[in-house]
């Protein structure tokens, strides 16, 4: 790939990065971050992984920071790969959520390092926001 397009990309997905790090998820942007992550991993985790998709990413991403900012029930971490970008990261992850086809976006509640709920891109296209958001706040209350 060319310099230019490298940096085109990079800065095309710069406001759908921001929108999750405002929101104090922690971007892992290698597969060594996402390793030493999860090995150290205690309690809960919401992993949103990013996407490009406009329909579907279009709503996970304010789905995931309105769910973490309406209920009282909050997992203990929060963390985001970009699917499509941060490529070593968003497989090493994958590696995590056993028996799980590859999805983006997607958003995974572990406990520890099991996936405890999980829902696929096609729970999210098409969907409303607040279903996805309703989703993820019961995930919340019987796992956080």
Do not use: W
């Not at 203990?76 to 490529?87: H, I, R, W, Y």
């Amino acid at each position: 790939m060319s310099m230019a397009y490298e940096e085109y990309m990079r800065q095309m997905v710069k406001p759908m990065r921001e929108e999750l790090t405002r929101a104090d998820f922690k971007e892992l942007l290698t597969a060594d971050e996402v390793e030493n992550f999860m090995e150290n991993a205690e309690g809960t985790t919401l992993v949103v992984v990013n996407s490009v998709c406009g329909c579907a990413a279009g709503l996970a991403r304010p789905s995931a920071t309105q769910a973490i900012l309406r209920t009282e029930k909050k997992p203990d971490n929060l963390v985001t790969v970009f699917a499509g970008q941060d490529k070593e990261a968003t497989a090493k992850m994958r590696e995590y959520f056993t028996g799980l086809e590859p999805s983006s976006p997607s958003m995974a509640l572990l406990k520890g390092k099991e996936v405890v709920h999980f829902i696929p891109r096609h729970d999210i296209e098409g969907q409303p926001m607040e279903a996805i958001m309703d989703n993820l706040t019961s995930a919340f209350d019987s796992h956080c």
